[in-house]
């Protein structure tokens, strides 16, 4: 079960930060619940990696506490810049 929970957590979470990451972008982003949850764990990943590279605890301290008010916020920080991406690579996809 331990496994199954981890990615069930992951999906949670990763539509949760979506869901934060998009509230807080302005503009309309074009994507459906399912991008936003893939968009929301990537995000996750990339904010626990810019955390690591300012001393934090980095992927590992999402894996460890993923409830943390620094690791939420660190995480939308990141999905914010994969959702960024996001659109800068779909914009001309219309």
């Known amino acids: 079960m331990g496994l199954l929970w981890i ?3 992951w999906i949670i979470i990763g539509g949760i930060i979506g869901l934060l990451a998009r509230a807080v972008m302005p503009g309309k982003q074009a994507m459906g619940i399912g991008m936003t949850i893939v968009l929301g764990v990537i995000g996750a990943i990339v904010g626990g990696f810019i955390g690591g590279l300012f001393g934090g605890n ?3 301290g999402i ?3 993923p409830w943390s008010i620094g690791t ?7 999905a914010i810049i994969v959702m960024a991406i996001y659109g800068l690579v779909t914009k001309n996809r219309d």
């Open 58 to 60: 980095g992927i590992s």
């Open 7 to 9: 990615i069930i957590s």
């Open 72 to 78: 939420i916020l660190l995480a939308i920080v990141g």
């Open 63 to 65: 894996m460890d506490n």
